[in-house]
């Protein structure tokens, strides 16, 4: 605005003109209003802050909520998939030392020890499904039928003189199924074995498989073959008499 | 409800979750940890049970992590080694029978080995063998 008096530029605040002195009433209204809002600026911060001060107990209550509830949540998590954390750490393990690991699967399968080469297998998470262990994953597959039919047949067969039998009809059971398991998954993937690149592997556990039907169960090639061909039940009575009533 | 209900409730919420923190912390941490023998199928006094009642093939078969090269905690190695040494007599059979001869040979350092390490444990191997013996029935 301009002063009245000399026309020189004057503030909406200025209470006299710098130029001529005079005593400038024209912006009085401005000057009211502008002290009005200072106070009331002043006097709504002084409420904020009042307000501020009374809650911050309840902020910091609530933010510690949402950490300590974050907390939780990722325990709980945590303690939910921490197998499967477990198995993929293993995974990624097995694969860094594939070079190890193929030295050592090696060593078993030579050795014709098709059930430590299973627990090596499973304790070390090896994923026979994917790469590097690709090329596995028949031997794998077969190597736990086997291993399921060697502990089947332990279990119903070694037992010291003062040993109680709880259940020995399971253990029946158990043997007759792991043996018909094993013989079926053998013929079912005979093609697959065929084309396998451990197929002489392969073979010779089914070899061992027959192997502890006869040296255990008492089963030699003609018994073996008069075996498979009779049904379930007669199958489990012959086991019944040889592993029960012996 | 007022605000310092409130903030009482949310301090006894706070003191809940806390609680809950650190009642599960030690075991997420434990199962983040955990040993692939430890878990509840193979559990060491599983084994023991079995060897307590001469059920030796089960004791075999559970015992066959460490076989595969598992870590056993030193307190329950006793166990697994009983098992392993029950295995190894069992197999024996079948890889002599199967003609692999440096297995053969392999098995029975082993064995010997386990006799010399669990001299205390001697009965028990007895008993084993014993139970190996009787199991075999190829000439019955």
Known sequence: ?246 | MNKKAIFIISIAVNILLGLMFITMLPGALSSLQFEYVEQETIRPDSIRDYLEREDYGIAASLSRPIRGGADIAKENADYFILGEYAELMFLKEVFAKAGNADTVRSCEDRISAIRNEMSEYGVILDKIDQSVTNAVRESK
């Not at chain 1, 907390?71 to 945590?78: G, K, P, S, T």
């Not at chain 1, 990624?92 to 690991?101: A, I, M």
């Open chain 1, 1 to 246: 605005m301009k002063c009245s008096s000399c026309g020189a530029e004057i503030g909406l605040t200025d209470k006299v003109c710098a130029h001529c002195g005079r005593v400038i009433t024209e912006n009085a209204g401005y000057r009211a209003d502008l002290n009005f809002y200072k106070k009331d600026s002043a006097r709504t911060k002084k409420k904020v802050r009042q307000i501020l001060s009374e809650n911050i107990p309840m902020v910091i209550s609530s933010f510690v909520m949402i950490v300590l509830l974050i907390a939780v949540i990722a325990v709980l998590y945590v303690k939910g998939n921490a197998y499967s954390f477990r198995e993929d750490a293993a995974r990624r393990d097995s694969v860094k030392n594939y070079e190890t690991y193929s030295v050592i699967i090696k060593d078993y399968l030579d050795a014709g020890d098709y059930t430590g080469f299973a627990a090596f297998e499973e304790n070390h998470s090896i994923a026979e499904w994917e790469e590097p262990y690709a090329d596995l994953w028949l031997l794998c597959d077969m190597a736990k039928e086997y291993a399921y039919l060697v502990s089947a047949v332990e279990s119903a067969t070694m037992f010291g003189p003062d040993a109680r039998w709880y259940n020995p009809e399971s253990y029946v059971r158990d043997c007759r199924s792991a043996i018909w398991d094993f013989n079926f998954e053998f013929e079912r993937r005979l093609s697959d074995i065929d084309a396998d690149p451990y197929r002489d592997y392969i073979y010779d556990m089914k070899a061992k498989a027959d192997i502890i039907m006869e040296v255990y169960l008492g089963l030699d090639e003609q018994g073996r073959e008069q075996y498979f061909a009779s049904s379930d039940i007669q199958q489990e009575a012959y086991l019944e008499e040889v592993l029960i009533h012996e």
